[in-house]
């Protein structure tokens, strides 16, 4: 009697995953594995399937197949990490795919929206809109693709920043799935603080601690009343001194500023008047009004082409307010305060198009002309931030003839946390190949007006270098980092008994080390 040839061990697993999910629902084509392989940056190694769970029981029973099998797990959210936050450092994973984890839970009276960890953060802001709600944080600039799960455990910036401070701080509790499949709940269900803040350990974590299944966040009231406003600054230490003068004040619920390249760059070569025109058309939508339209388009096709182009610090603002009284009130002192330090004001109208349309598709993943982009970031303490400036200037400087002979472009954008933190963003252009991420995730339509450039691995080469020595200069200025995935040293910059505690931790929960090895230094 014939007997069957014995199984793999990874055709076993790859059977077991599709017995949980449906075989349509394990991606094992190359191009498909290739593809989730590689974030905004590069590539690593490649996971023998992409597993895509559509309920948290098919999640966590996920992750206790891998534990069975030892294998490496990685989520990938919406994708727009470039630390190596969702690439394998081992080989023989599965990225897990939550896209079709989507339910959104709305509990307008106890004031918790509760999402799956597949929800974007532009799918939760539309799923709130006609309660009148909004989270106090509402997403990064990526929020089309971005998920609040995803976003929880790389801590983001960006829209309700000013006053509300980064996601995590928006958070009320977590559903999670441990590195042995079981499921875990922090807090209670409408209030973060009961006991240890056991939320706050899988903030910024990267996933190494635990698999988001569900989150919760605060809501509140949304103001439609606004005010947007925008400055030009001659120098970097007056627009850093105004950034903070007006942080302080809690003033503003958004703000970020640009140095020449980016804002004339990313935003003041897009296509010049014809897109900026495509976009005010946007505002008009979003304010309602013919009549603001119209005079947000002509500001945007006449006097903001002309400003972006001499701006040397742009700062933008958003401050919202229960009342157009207010939120104009809000804008006066943001104006009293920027002007103090020199600024001039200039029309508001980059500002007043995020208001209209917070969430961008992923074009900025590659330069204005289709070079290759990386930023990198330091979370500075305001004394640190003249120093650190300096020294950047110092050693950009240093680098000219090199930066030159392989064109390699550098910005900076800025951007007040809170009152008490700021964050500098240098970015690198290159001219190289694009990536399959760039094939897949940057629209067709905008991908075909971009330049093709070939393999370039000397510059790439060279601007590998210099981030790794500016992110050394950084943790020269005591700086802390968001996104920390594989390329900030987090843990080789924490003291002995926190390494010990985060250790004993990671022990408890992944006792296998399976869910994203080499994340946060683990």
């Given at each position: 009697?014939?007997?069957?040839?014995?199984?793999?061990?990874?055709?076993?697993?790859?059977?077991?995953?599709?017995?949980?999910?449906?075989?349509a629902n394990v991606?094992t084509?190359?191009?498909d594995?290739?593809?989730y392989?590689t974030?905004?940056?590069?590539?690593?190694?490649v996971?023998?399937?992409?597993?895509?769970?559509?309920?948290?029981?098919e999640?966590?029973?996920?992750?206790?197949?891998?534990?069975a099998?030892?294998?490496?797990?990685?989520?990938?959210?919406?994708?727009?990490?470039y630390?190596?936050?969702?690439?394998?450092?081992?080989?023989?994973?599965?990225?897990?795919?939550?896209?079709?984890?989507?339910?959104?839970?709305?509990?307008?009276?106890?004031?918790?929206?509760?999402?799956?960890?597949?929800?974007?953060?532009?799918?939760?802001?539309?799923?709130?809109?006609?309660?009148?709600?909004?989270?106090p944080?509402?997403?990064?600039f990526?929020?089309?693709?971005?998920?609040?799960?995803?976003?929880?455990?790389?801590?983001?910036i960006?829209?309700?920043?000013?006053?509300w401070?980064?996601?995590?701080?928006?958070?009320?509790?977590?559903?999670?799935?441990?590195?042995?499949?079981?499921?875990?709940?922090?807090?209670?269900?409408?209030?973060?603080?009961?006991?240890?803040?056991?939320?706050?350990?899988?903030?910024g974590?990267?996933?190494?601690?635990?698999?988001k299944?569900?989150?919760?966040?605060k809501?509140?009231?949304r103001?439609?009343a606004?005010?947007a406003l925008?400055?030009n600054?001659t120098?970097?230490?007056?627009?850093?001194?105004?950034?903070?003068?007006?942080?302080?004040?809690?003033?503003d619920?958004?703000?970020?500023?640009?140095?020449a390249t980016l804002?004339?760059?990313?935003?003041?070569?897009?296509?010049?008047?014809?897109?900026?025109?495509?976009i005010?058309?946007?505002?008009?939508?979003?304010?309602?009004?013919?009549?603001?339209?119209?005079?947000a388009?002509?500001?945007?096709?006449?006097?903001?082409?002309?400003?972006?182009?001499?701006?040397?610090?742009a700062?933008h603002y958003?401050?919202?307010g229960?009342?157009?009284?207010?939120?104009?009130?809000?804008?006066?002192?943001?104006?009293?305060?920027?002007?103090?330090?020199?600024?001039?004001?200039?029309?508001?109208?980059?500002?007043t198009?995020?208001?209209?349309?917070?969430?961008a598709?992923?074009?900025?993943?590659?330069?204005?002309k289709g070079?290759r982009?990386?930023?990198?970031h330091?979370?500075?303490?305001h004394?640190?931030?003249?120093?650190?400036?300096?020294?950047?200037?110092?050693?950009?400087?240093?680098?000219?003839?090199?930066?030159?002979?392989?064109?390699?472009?550098?910005?900076?954008m800025?951007?007040?946390?809170?009152?008490?933190?700021?964050?500098?963003?240098?970015?690198?252009?290159?001219?190289?190949?694009?990536?399959?991420?760039?094939?897949?995730?940057?629209?067709?339509d905008?991908?075909?007006?971009?330049?093709?450039?070939?393999?370039?691995?000397?510059?790439?080469?060279q601007?590998?270098?210099?981030?790794?020595?500016?992110?050394?200069l950084?943790?020269?200025?005591?700086?802390?980092?968001?996104?920390?995935?594989?390329?900030?040293?987090?843990?080789?910059?924490?003291?002995?008994?926190?390494v010990?505690?985060?250790?004993?931790?990671?022990?408890a929960?992944?006792?296998?080390?399976i869910?994203?090895p080499?994340a946060l230094?683990?």
């Open positions: 009697m014939a007997t069957a040839a014995p199984r793999d061990a990874t055709s076993a697993f790859l059977d077991r995953l599709a017995a949980i999910v449906g075989q991606l084509r190359e191009e594995r290739r593809f392989a974030d905004v940056l590069r590539a690593a190694e996971p023998v399937a992409v597993v895509r769970p559509g309920s948290v029981e999640l966590a029973a996920i992750v206790a197949a891998a534990h099998a030892q294998a490496p797990v990685v989520v990938r959210g919406g994708g727009a990490s630390t190596d936050g969702y690439t394998h450092a081992r080989p023989g994973g599965i990225t897990i795919d939550p896209s079709r984890l989507k339910a959104i839970a709305v509990d307008a009276t106890n004031a918790v929206v509760t999402v799956e960890a597949g929800v974007t953060w532009a799918e939760l802001r539309d799923a709130l809109l006609p309660h009148g709600l909004r989270t944080f509402f997403g990064p990526s929020g089309l693709a971005a998920t609040v799960a995803g976003s929880m455990s790389q801590h983001s960006s829209h309700g920043t000013g006053i401070g980064v996601s995590a701080e928006s958070l009320v509790g977590f559903d999670l799935v441990t590195g042995t499949g079981e499921l875990l709940s922090t807090g209670t269900s409408f209030f973060r603080f009961y006991g240890p803040d056991l939320a706050g350990l899988f903030t974590d990267c996933g190494a601690l635990g698999v299944a569900r989150v919760r966040l809501l509140i009231r103001r439609e606004f005010e925008s400055f600054f120098g970097f230490e007056a627009m850093h001194a105004a950034m903070r003068a007006i942080a302080i004040e809690a003033l619920d958004e703000n970020f500023g640009l140095d804002q004339q760059g990313q935003i003041g070569r897009q296509k010049g008047v014809a897109a900026k025109a495509e005010a058309g946007q505002v008009l939508k979003g304010q309602g009004s013919l009549g603001a339209g119209v005079k388009l002509a500001k945007m096709a006449i006097s903001g082409e002309r400003d972006l182009r001499r701006a040397t610090f700062v958003l401050a919202d229960v009342s157009p009284a207010e939120a104009r009130d809000r804008a006066a002192r943001i104006r009293e305060l920027a002007l103090a330090e020199g600024a001039e004001e200039i029309p508001n109208t980059v500002p198009v995020v208001r209209s349309m917070p969430f598709p992923l074009t900025n993943t590659l330069g204005p070079e982009w990386v930023p990198f330091a979370l500075l303490a004394d640190r931030v003249a120093g650190f400036h300096a020294a950047l200037e110092a050693y950009l400087a240093a680098q000219e003839e090199v930066m030159a002979a392989h064109s390699i472009v550098s910005g900076r800025f951007m007040a946390v809170g009152p008490n933190a700021f964050v500098y963003e240098p970015t690198f252009y290159w001219p190289d190949a694009r990536s399959i991420y760039h094939e897949r995730v940057v629209p067709a905008h991908l075909a007006t971009l330049a093709r450039y070939p393999e370039n691995p000397a510059a790439r080469a601007a590998m270098r210099m981030k790794a020595e500016i992110i050394a950084m943790e020269a200025h005591g700086a802390g980092h968001f996104q920390i995935g594989r390329v900030y040293p987090w843990l080789a910059s924490r003291d002995g008994p926190s010990r505690l985060v250790r004993a931790i990671k022990a929960l992944d006792p296998a080390g869910l994203n080499g230094g683990l």
